[in-house]
């Protein structure tokens, strides 16, 4: 039956539903088998898809300039600061006044040249006795240690007799000189009283030969006799004081004998004597670096000595500080159980390992525990510097130089790295010349962790 000789039948209000349900069926059927000759077809609607076209060209241009806004703004962004917490930085206010510059030093305790007895041995020797450890305190007189030599011995011993025999020899020399010396006065004494007699003789003859009484020929030969006991008289003194000066030198040569025999034994008991080993002055016997058998050569170290209460600071301050160090400049010396003051006394002209040695002669009263090898902190006074802007020294920074600092905001809260130009420095401070103002506070530990960013935050 074709479709145009179908005949039309008239639809119920009831039968819709029916129809609605065959219709849907028919749709279906449709769609499961398009142009399958059922009398439906779908019809083309191209401006729906134009539509649609447009609405997803707009989401995606939307969604690329909403990504492109968000990507300039994110990079317009400043990265976020660092945090820092507050409790690990140390922190100074910039000040204005007076500074004063300073330079430290370590160092230790030592003995003055005069509070110092370092003993040597004299002789070869063995030791075979000691009395006194290191620590002990002693008198002059105390005996730290016994050696034995027997040949130093034995060479006291002969020296001693060969003062002896010496003395004797001079005592011996001196009789007989003085014997002969004697002798030599009673022959001038002689000669004397005979030209006493001459002259006396002389002076009367001429007297009777005045009066006439004797003939000239008497008075000549008067007056020749007494000018003979003249001559002679003089050769008698001359001889004698010849003999006296003649004694005095081989009494002198003698006695020089005796002196060099006296010296020679007093060396050799000097010497015998020091086999005892004393320490010579008060102190605190520090080293004795021996032990009961030991040989030991002439010039070996037996013992060192010192005085407690004679002790100075030596100081190693490093090549750069040690040039404004001067004779003369007030330092302290922290013992670590009281601070001494002092005065620089000497600056060693060499560097060694990078420091200069600085002698300091202390002033006060030494305190307890204070000995020698005590190790002490030395701090130096230079100069006064008045009406500068100064700071606590950073951890890093020399002076007369450039150093970046961190500044805390007025908040406290966050910290801004500035070029600082700083100036002379001392131990705990610095001088400030451009970069800051009074009343700044700048972060002085090391913040190297953050050398990559300028600006931190304070938790």
Known sequence: MSGSSQRKVPVRRHDRPYLACFQLHTDRRSFGAPGAGSGLMDIARPEFK?????????????????????????????????????????????????????????????????????IPAETEATVVRIHMLPGSLVKADTILLE???????????????????????????????????????????????????????????KA??????????????????????????????????????????QMAQQQAKVDQMRTLSQLKQKQLDALKVRAGIDGVLVDLPLQVGQHVLPGTMLAKVVEPDHLMATLKVPETQARDVQIGEPASIDTHNGVIPGTVMRVDPAVQNGTVTVDVKLTGELPKGARPDLSVDGTID?????????????????????????????????ATRVPVKVGRASVNSIQIIEGLHEGDTVILSDMSRWDNTDRVRLE
């Open 50 to 118: 134009a539509q649609k076209r447009r609405r997803q060209t707009i989401v995606v241009i939307a969604a690329v300039v909403v990504v492109a806004l968000i990507s300039v703004g994110v990079s317009r962004l400043k990265p976020a600061a660092p945090t820092v917490e507050r409790g690990t930085v140390w922190t100074d206010t910039v000040k204005h006044g007076s500074m004063l510059r300073q330079v430290r030093g370590l160092g230790s305790l030592v003995p003055s040249q005069e509070a110092v007895r370092q």
């Open 147 to 205: 050696m034995s030599n027997p040949q130093t011995e034995q060479a006291a011993v002969d020296a001693q007799l060969q003062l002896k025999a010496a003395e004797a020899e001079y005592q011996s020399l001196r009789v007989k000189l003085e014997s002969d010396l004697m002798n030599q006065k009673a022959a001038a004494a002689t000669v004397s009283a005979d030209h006493a007699q001459a002259q006396r003789q002389e002076e009367t003859d």
């Open 382 to 414: 230079l100069e006064r510097l008045e009406s500068v802007l100064y700071v606590g020294r950073p951890a890093f920074g020399q002076e007369n130089s450039t150093i970046s600092l961190f500044r805390l905001n007025a908040a406290g809260q966050e």
């Open 208 to 249: 009777l030969y005045g009066l006439g009484v004797i003939s000239g020929l008497a008075y000549k030969s008067s007056k020749d006799k007494a000018d003979e006991f003249t001559t002679r008289n003089d050769l008698e003194n001359q001889r004698l004081a010849a003999n006296q000066r003649a004694i005095e030198s």
